[in-house]
T-cell receptor, first 112, second 109 residues
Framework: DAGITQSPRHKVTETGTPVTLRCHQTENHRYMYWYRQDPGHGLRLIHYSYGVKDTDKGEVSDGYSVSRSKTEDFLLTLESATSSQTSVYFC???????????FGPGTRLTVT | RKEVEQDPGPFNVPEGATVAFNCTYSNSASQSFFWYRQDCRKEPKLLMSVYSSGNEDGRFTAQLNRASQYISLLIRDSKLSDSATYLCVVNSGANNLFFGTGTRLTVIP
């Protein structure tokens, strides 16, 4: 299995609070991604990174920001969490931009 | 129109059956294609890449039809352990990657 970890694995937070999710890889892959998965929508790309300090928006980026200060770490921040951001968040990595992706175990976030 | 469409199923098949899933995509410039498997409350795991010439891995066969813009997955001799949700992925670049909503398969003893 690819070396990808996510933390925390579960989190319950209140509306309006900031939340940061962490993705850590040991594969030295260039690309890192954040997705959310919701029933009926499948996996949707939030943001991705193609190198240290290089990031771009995905399909559902509103309300989220990301940072990548080291190759191995990619952070997803919800500046002010809303109930609509209750979801399962997956991090993924790939070597190239059209290559297969490998996923972390996911973070289950509940915003009350 | 959605970028990627899959029949959500569920598909309920007996052990030993052959089952096929299709996935259609809208972007003719799509560059790479994959099938993933996702078990309940787990992360998606790569099942196989899909090549233009088609490819096979044991009981699994994947095919790509660029003219009709669909990919398929065939599972022969279904096992109980094949029960999962199968996701197709169509990739036109790092920010143009789309997942289908998944097809749920249950293999019945």
């Amino acid at each position: 299995d690819a070396g990808i970890t996510q933390s925390p694995r579960h989190k319950v937070t209140e509306t309006g609070t900031p939340v940061t999710l962490r993705c850590h890889q040991t594969e030295n892959h260039r690309y890192m991604y954040w997705y959310r998965q919701d029933p009926g929508h499948g996996l949707r790309l939030i943001h991705y990174s193609y190198g240290v300090k290089d990031t771009d928006k995905g399909e559902v980026s509103d309300g989220y920001s990301v940072s990548r200060s080291k190759t191995e770490d990619f952070l997803l921040t919800l500046e002010s969490a809303t109930s609509s951001q209750t979801s399962v968040y997956f991090c993924a990595i790939s070597e190239g931009f059209v290559d297969e992706q490998y996923f972390g175990p996911g973070t289950r976030l509940t915003v009350t | 129109r959605k970028e990627v469409e899959q029949d959500p199923g569920p598909f309920n098949v007996p052990e030993g059956a052959t089952v096929a899933f299709n996935c259609t995509y809208s972007n003719s410039a799509s560059q790479s294609f994959f099938w993933y498997r996702q078990d309940c409350r787990k992360e998606p795991k790569l099942l196989m890449s899909v090549y233009s010439s088609g490819n096979e891995d044991g009981r699994f066969t994947a095919q790509l039809n660029r003219a009709s813009q669909y990919i398929s997955l065939l599972i022969r001799d279904s096992k109980l352990s094949d029960s999962a949700t199968y996701l197709c992925v169509v990739n036109s670049g790092a920010n143009n990657l789309f997942f289908g909503t998944g097809t749920r398969l249950t293999v019945i003893p």
